[in-house]
């Protein structure tokens, strides 16, 4: 069974960093793009950041560009986002998902995690 | 950067009836256009890519049409687990960008 299993949401400060993980299991996870895509409280989804198959190839939104990395260990089978420099409005449920190819270009997710919710508050 | 505009905000409708949900891009996005379900607490799920071609497992009362900038899923006859929030996503160009979501209620 293809799964995704994220890890590593929690309440920071403003300013901190914290370290999502999502663990793939099912099929061959150097195969495919990842993405994070996150959903801030009752509001709706926003593409975040994206990572080719081999790793070599990253997308990250205006919104933070700078502050998160992408980055993957496919002997692993696990995706990171790194974030620091964390604010308020990076409050959010934090989706990891798998694109159809091992191209974030065009990407669409057809498989999700359940989330990790990431709070950012003194 | 593009756009998605989807119609209406929310609906209300009954089991069985047919249910069309639009979504508008401010510039042609061609067919990378995808709808996703989403209720509440749960990851959204993908139900349509490419503008009109149905995701693997999704039942069939579930189709997308459209291309340039106008699209639309049809629900062709509700069932009790469609009632959900459902998103667009252009995946033509980044930033890959989703509508605002329509939600799908019970009459």
């Known amino acids: 069974e293809v799964q995704l299993l994220e890890s590593g949401g929690g309440l920071v400060q403003p300013g901190g960093s914290l370290r999502l993980s999502c663990a793939a299991s099912?099929?061959?996870?150097?195969?495919?793009?990842m993405s994070w895509v996150r959903q801030a409280p009752g509001k709706g989804l926003e593409w975040v950041s994206a990572?080719?198959?081999?790793?070599?190839?990253?997308y990250y939104s205006d919104s933070v560009k700078g502050r998160f990395t992408i980055s993957r260990d496919n002997s692993k089978n696990t995706l990171y986002l790194q974030m620091n420099s964390l604010r308020a409005e990076d409050t959010a449920v934090y989706y990891c998902?798998?694109?159809?190819?091992?191209?974030?270009?065009?990407?669409?997710?057809?498989?999700w995690g359940r989330g990790t919710t990431v709070t950012v508050s003194s | 950067d593009i756009q998605m505009t989807q119609s209406p905000s929310s609906l209300s409708a009954s089991v069985g009836d047919r249910v069309t949900i639009t979504c508008r891009a401010s510039q042609s996005i061609s067919t990378y256009l995808n709808w996703y379900q989403q209720k509440p607490g749960k990851a959204p799920k993908l139900l349509i890519y490419?503008?009109?071609t149905l995701q693997s497992g999704v039942p069939s009362r579930f189709s997308g049409s459209g291309s340039g900038t106008d699209f639309t899923l049809t629900i062709s006859s509700l069932q009790p687990e469609d009632f959900a929030t459902y998103y667009c996503?252009?995946?033509?160009?980044?930033?890959?960008?989703f509508g605002q979501g329509t939600k799908l209620e019970i009459k």
């Open positions: 099912g099929f061959t996870f150097s195969s495919y793009a």
């Open positions: 490419a503008a009109s």
């Open positions: 998902a798998r694109g159809p190819s091992s191209s974030w270009s065009r990407v669409r997710a057809d498989v």
């Open positions: 990572i080719s198959g081999s790793g070599g190839s990253t």
């Open positions: 996503q252009q995946s033509y160009s980044t930033p890959y960008s």
